[in-house]
């Protein structure tokens, strides 16, 4: 697998060859990663939830469930 962008704020991840993107990444402002999406549709996987202070503080899946 494969990332595009910079490390730090991969935009897409990619299957070995290159060819196929698996995963989509959205981000905040401040350049925190906030969703995971799905590849075809953008819909969230995950969203990811932070403190005033930039701690990730929750995390949201696509069931609904939430952690934090």
């Given at each position: 697998m494969r990332?595009?962008?910079s490390a730090a704020t991969a935009s897409e991840l990619k299957s070995g060859a290159g060819s196929t993107v698996l995963a989509k990444y959205a981000y905040d402002t401040p350049g925190r990663l906030t969703q995971t999406?799905?590849?075809a549709t953008s819909t969230p996987i995950?969203?990811?939830g932070y403190d005033a202070?930039?701690?990730r503080t929750s995390l949201t899946t696509s069931a609904g469930i939430r952690l934090g």
């Open positions: 990332q595009t962008g999406q799905d590849r995950e969203t990811y202070i930039g701690s």
